[in-house]
């Protein structure tokens, strides 16, 4: 007879099981490599229009979509979507406060 291990795990609040697809990436990644993906695929149907030229959107489009899961991927718990999104973030939030220098 064999007896089970109960090992509990415990994590701080706000942070959540992953259910990553491949490791580092979850469909939340999915989602922002399609959204980074489309944001860089529209300067390259403007070029696509101007020159004509499909093998080089090929290599742009292959390349579009290496840099969009280069960007999303989780390295050590965080991306570098993330990282950009939160030092944006952290300059909208600064306050400028204004302040007054008096002589004595």
Do not use: W
């Amino acid at each position: 007879m064999e007896e089970k291990s109960s090992k509990k795990l415990y994590l701080p609040r706000g942070v959540k099981k992953g259910r990553d697809i491949i490791e580092g990436i979850s469909f939340k990644e999915v989602k922002q490599m399609l959204v980074v993906l489309i944001i860089l695929s529209i300067p390259t149907a403007i070029i696509y229009l101007i020159r004509g030229d499909t093998s080089f959107i090929f290599f742009v489009g292959i390349s579009l979509v290496i840099i969009s899961v280069g960007i999303c991927t989780k390295v050590e718990h965080i991306s570098i979507y993330t990282m950009i999104k939160n030092i944006i973030k952290f300059h909208r939030s600064k306050k400028i406060y204004k302040y007054f220098g008096y002589r004595r």
